[in-house]
């Protein structure tokens, strides 16, 4: 080993490659996701990766006045590329079997940007929300991290040479403002953008600073030697490492200034420990955890992969059972990729130099000229028979023989409707927005001048169904929404949620013309036989309880809403749930296909009784508002697939619990009268 070998250091990638891999693995203990904030596990890498990186650049620049560029690229290159090129070709069979042609195509998009070092901005621009459960299926999706620490690698080193040259006396000072800078943008992104500012290097460039900030102390005044220091500053800052990866979670705005916890608790031990005495030291250079911490970045890049193609392929959703083997194939697998691949290619006795770049460019021609044509291709979608079996040329049965095509042909429209199709603004006065912010008021008040009578559309991700809904009729002139995906008033802890906007900020902008409009799912108003809420066990077993505690929180929020307006105010009760996957349903059999070709029974029977109980509660407990029921504005078919007006076929859904864009479609052409009253204002 080196001199200036940190055993401590791989103690901590082991910390943060673990929380990791559990974080993505959703393991349920007692009810609830194992370390459910486990993915500042990335904040902790980005930390080491900015501290290791600029001290070989800043003690280059400092003895010999320069850094030989080439060979810090080669270097990078020999420690990223191989393993994850061996990834791509390693995924290739399985993706071919198991992938839709839409996630087909998504695959060799993720690969293509993954190559040439633009996965995070791949990722956000195709509104990718990380953490949510259609992500989970993307097998490389966890490569946005290294895109940020690649295009941290390219442009740091040619910001630090310059700094030297010009402004050698203020180089740390200028790397401390952009610091900085970049951590209070991501404080107000957190709020504004929220994938933006997970995704981006702008917002992510402090975390990386702050490992500079630590190499250039270290080379400038040596390592830190109090042995009071040595011993607390360590222990608490793994304390903020696990209250991080304990009490974080998807809620949590990320990053922001409360991501300070775990990046400042990595730096104190990276700045105190190392001194072979203190207790975190010590028990981070365990041979376990430096084990683990060797093999981290195999460990990184398989652990997702292994996750994702087993989501894809296993239609009952995974067990924590199969998950502990999983976690085992990755390890195995990783050990093997270090010993094989990772080692040889960084030792270039091993590997010349000359030979790394053949080997390298051969496998980069062949891996996009491969993923080039599964796009051009529209991913392969001659293939669909192969995976879906010999069955798909039978004949559908009696219930939907009306139509005369194959089950194969349903299959397909299937695949076509769930792909959905993203709105935001129309350039008038027809905005989609995730969050209240300084330009959506702007243009509302802008509008607001032009029309007199604004709908306002708020919830979860439901609202904007509703709200597509209404769009479609092309009878509202000012309509908006604000909707964030999984927030309602009794569970968004997201800072600056809509609702709590809505309630302090933004009624002054209302009068009595204007409509309040709130709709969410109904399944979050529904706990299984174990208290979860929006479970599918809840339609497994047909059986559910009312969340009657959020209920009344929805109903206290509605009418307090109503003392503090003029505006009116709607409730829009929930609409019936598919409750199967449908990018599931596609791979079955011919019978059991057919069978789910409907929506679930379980969800058409729960779904009316929680109306029954939904009116009962507001009945009983009083209300300033009206209500609504969904069945009212549109009556969902009991059939997932209908006929439109055209006679052509339309699957209703994107997924379990959303309507597809071809069921917003009909749903706008078949409102009911009353919905008709509330949209003609």
């Known amino acids: 080993m080196k001199s200036n070998y940190r055993s401590e250091i791989d103690g901590l990638r082991s910390i943060a490659v673990i929380s990791i891999i559990f974080y993505h693995a959703q393991i349920i203990i007692f009810g609830d996701k194992f370390l459910k904030g486990g993915f500042v596990g990335v904040d902790i890498f980005f930390v080491i990766s900015g501290y290791l990186i600029s001290r070989i650049l800043l003690s280059e620049l400092f003895d010999k006045g320069k850094i030989n560029l080439l060979n810090f690229y080669e270097r990078r290159a020999r420690r990223i590329i191989p393993v994850l090129f061996v990834t791509f070709l390693v995924s290739f069979p399985f993706a071919y079997s198991y992938l839709l042609p839409s ?16 996965s995070n901005i791949f990722f956000y621009l195709t509104n990718t929300q990380y953490g949510a459960q259609d992500s989970l299926l993307q097998p490389f999706l966890h490569t946005w991290s290294l895109g940020v620490e690649e295009q941290f690698y ?12 010009f402004f050698k006396n203020y180089l740390i000072s200028i790397i401390t403002i952009l610091i900085i800078l970049s951590l209070l943008y991501a404080e107000w992104m957190s709020s504004e953008n929220q994938e933006f500012n997970f995704f981006i290097i702008f917002t992510r460039f402090w975390e990386l600073g702050i490992g500079s900030l630590l190499a250039f102390y270290e080379l400038k005044y040596g390592r830190v030697k109090n042995n009071l220091l040595n011993q607390t500053m360590p222990l608490l800052g793994l304390s903020l490492i696990i209250y991080s990866i304990v009490f974080f979670s998807q809620q949590t705005p990320h990053p922001s200034l409360i991501t300070l916890l775990p990046t400042v608790g990595t730096a104190l031990i990276i700045l105190y420990t190392g001194n072979k005495i203190d207790i975190v030291g010590k028990f ?29 392929s296993d239609l009952d959703g995974l067990q924590n059972y199969e998950k502990y083997y999983l976690i085992l194939a990755t390890l195995i697998l990783s050990v093997i990729s270090y010993f094989l691949v990772e080692k040889p290619f960084r030792n270039n ?6 030979k790394f770049i053949i080997t390298i460019m051969i496998l980069l021609f ?15 979608k001659n293939r669909l028979p192969t995976i879906f079996g010999s069955d798909t040329k039978t004949s559908i049965d009696y219930e939907l023989s009306y139509i005369t095509d194959n089950d194969f042909l349903f299959r397909s429209q299937i695949i076509k409707d769930i792909k959905p199709i993203k709105f935001t603004d129309n350039g008038e006065c027809i905005i989609l927005s995730k969050t209240f912010n300084n330009a959506f008021i702007e243009k509302f008040n802008s509008c607001k001048k032009k029309y007199t009578k604004a709908t306002i559309v708020i919830g979860d991700s439901h609202a904007e169904n509703l709200f597509k809904i209404f769009h479609g009729t092309n009878k509202n002139k000012f309509l908006v929404s604000v909707a964030q995906g999984s927030c309602r008033p009794h569970g968004c802890n997201q800072k600056h949620n809509h609702y709590r906007f809505l309630l302090d900020n933004f009624l002054q902008y209302l009068g009595k013309d204007d409509l309040i409009i709130y709709h969410q799912s109904g399944s979050y108003l529904l706990r299984d036989v174990n208290g979860a809420v929006d479970s599918q066990k809840t339609f497994d077993d047909d059986y559910f309880k009312v969340d009657y505690e959020n209920l009344d929180i929805i109903r206290k929020y509605l009418n307090l809403l109503a003392k503090k307006t003029f505006a009116d105010i709607v409730w829009v009760g929930p609409f ?24 679930n029974p379980a969800s058409i029977r729960l779904f009316n009784l929680l109306e029954d109980e939904i009116g009962a509660v507001l009945n009983k407990d009083g209300k300033s508002f009206d209500y609504l029921s969904f069945n009212e504005i549109y009556k969902v078919n009991s059939r997932a697939f209908i006929k439109s007006g055209d006679s052509s076929l339309c699957f209703q859904f994107a997924d379990k619990d959303h309507f597809s864009n071809c069921g917003e479609n009909e749903a706008s052409k078949n409102l009911e009268m009353k919905a008709f009253q509330l949209i003609k204002r």
């Open 366 to 380: 062949s891996i996009s000229i491969t993923n080039w044509m599964i796009i051009a291709s529209d991913g392969l």
């Open 284 to 312: 981070l250079s365990l041979k376990f955890f430096v084990s683990i911490g060797l093999i981290s970045y195999s460990l990184y890049l398989w652990h997702y992969i292994l996750f994702a193609f087993a989501r894809v």
């Open 576 to 599: 019936v749930e598919y409750r199967y996957n449908p990018k599931e349903i596609v791979r079955l059999s011919k019978t059991e296909f057919i069978s789910k070709l409907k929506i």
């Open 349 to 354: 006795q091993f590997v010349s130099t000359k």
């Open 154 to 165: 390219i442009f740091f080193p040619l910001l630090v040479l310059f700094g030297y040259r």
């Open 103 to 118: 996630q087909f195509i998504e695959y060799a998009q993720s690969i293509l940007s993954a190559t040439f070092f633009g």
